[in-house]
C-alpha cells in the first residue's frame, strides 16, 4: 500500500487537523499546511467521508464532489444527477493517487459546466483500499488470468455495496436525484470492470455507464460474454479503449508466455465487442459512445484525455 494512502486513513482516524489532513487526502476547501510534501490539486469542493462496508468489509473512504454553486440559496432545493467512479482517490487530486496523476474530473467539469457543456453533476469517488490485490479482490467478480495478484474475486458483492450502502448514504446525505436516468457509474480497468458489473446486475439502478480500458482478461472475455443480448440495457454508456493498453505491462505478458501485440488487439477487440452488444440490446432506446485511441495507453493520462468528451454525452446540459 502506497504510504499517502496509509497516512490518509491514519490521519483521519487520529483526528488530525483538517489543515494537514488536507495534505495528504485532497479534502477540499483547506489550505496544504506542508507544500513541499504534497501541493494538493482539488479545485472546488471536495468533501470526504467514511463508510463502513458490510457487502465489501472494511472501512471505505469516499470522495464527494460537489458543483459549483451547491451551496448558494438559489440551489438549496436543487438535486443532481451522480456519477459514481471507482477508485476515487485518482480522481481529483495527484497527492493521493496511486499513480501519482490523476484524472483532473475536478478541473474538467468545472470548466465545462461554466461553459454550459454539461449538466451540473455529483461525483463520488470510492476509494480502492490499495493499489494491489486487496483492490482486486474488492472489484473483480471473476479470476484474471494475467494479474501479478493472488487474491479470491469478491466482485460480485460490488453491485450490493453500491446499491445498499454506498447509494442510500449519499442520498441521506447529499442533494442527488434519483433513478437510472440520473444514476452514472464508471471507472478504469478494474474500476471499469466493477462497473460493467454493476450496469449488468442492477439495471434498474445505473442507467449510465463510463467505461474506462476494460480489463477483460477478468474472466477471459466473459464481460463480452456477458453484455451480450441484455434485455434490459442502460440508457447512455460510454467505452473508451487505447491501442497500446499492454504497453506498461509487456515484460509480465512475455514472462506468461503472451504476445503484447496480440493482447492489445484482444483488450481493442473486446472492448469494441462490448459497446456493440450494449448498443445492439438497447437498439434506438441506447446511445453508445466508443472511442479507440490510438497508441493510447493504460493510465490516468488517457483517460483524462477521453473525460471530457465522455461527459459530455452522459449528461449533457439541460
Known amino acids: 500500500m502506497h504510504l499517502r494512502f496509509f497516512l490518509v486513513r491514519a490521519l483521519s482516524e487520529l483526528a488530525i487537523p483538517a489543515m494537514l489532513l488536507a495534505c495528504v487526502s485532497g479534502a477540499a476547501k483547506a489550505e496544504v499546511v506542508d507544500p513541499t510534501y504534497c501541493q494538493s490539486t482539488v479545485v472546488g469542493d471536495v468533501r470526504i467521508d467514511h463508510l463502513a462496508g458490510k457487502s465489501a468489509p472494511g472501512d471505505h473512504l469516499l470522495r464527494i464532489w460537489l458543483p459549483p454553486g451547491y451551496d448558494d440559496a438559489v440551489n438549496r432545493q436543487k438535486r443532481f444527477p451522480v456519477l459514481y467512479m471507482m477508485d476515487g482517490q485518482n480522481l481529483f487530486d495527484s497527492c493521493p493517487s496511486m499513480n501519482h496523476a490523476e484524472w483532473n474530473i475536478d478541473e474538467t467539469l468545472t470548466q465545462l459546466i461554466a461553459q454550459g457543456k454539461v449538466e451540473p453533476i455529483i461525483v463520488v469517488g470510492i476509494d480502492a483500499p490499495d493499489d494491489g490485490p486487496l483492490r482486486a479482490s474488492e472489484l473483480v467478480p471473476f479470476h484474471d488470468f494475467v494479474s501479478p495478484f493472488q487474491f479470491e474475486p469478491h466482485g460480485d458483492r460490488w453491485p450490493a455495496f453500491l446499491a445498499q450502502e454506498v447509494m442510500p448514504f449519499v442520498q441521506q446525505k447529499y442533494r442527488v436525484k434519483t433513478g ?46 456477458l453484455t451480450h443480448n441484455l434485455t434490459v440495457a442502460p440508457i447512455r454508456v460510454t467505452v473508451g479503449v487505447g491501442d497500446n493498453e499492454a504497453g506498461l505491462y509487456a515484460d509480465r505478458m512475455r514472462q506468461r508466455g503472451l504476445e503484447p501485440e496480440a493482447f492489445n488487439r484482444n483488450l481493442a477487440r473486446d472492448a469494441r465487442l462490448i459497446a456493440d452488444n450494449i448498443k445492439a440490446s438497447g437498439g434506438d432506446f441506447t446511445e453508445v459512445k466508443f472511442t479507440e485511441s490510438p497508441q493510447g495507453k493504460h493510465d490516468e493520462a488517457a483517460w483524462r484525455e477521453r473525460f471530457a468528451e465522455n461527459i459530455m454525452f452522459l449528461f449533457p446540459p439541460k
Open 180 to 225: 437510472r436516468a440520473f444514476t452514472a457509474v464508471g471507472g478504469a480497468s478494474y474500476g471499469a470492470v466493477a462497473s460493467l458489473y454493476a450496469l449488468i446486475t442492477r439495471p434498474h439502478l445505473f442507467g449510465l455507464g463510463l467505461i474506462e480500458s476494460p480489463w477483460t482478461t477478468v474472466g477471459n472475455g466473459e464481460f463480452v460474454r
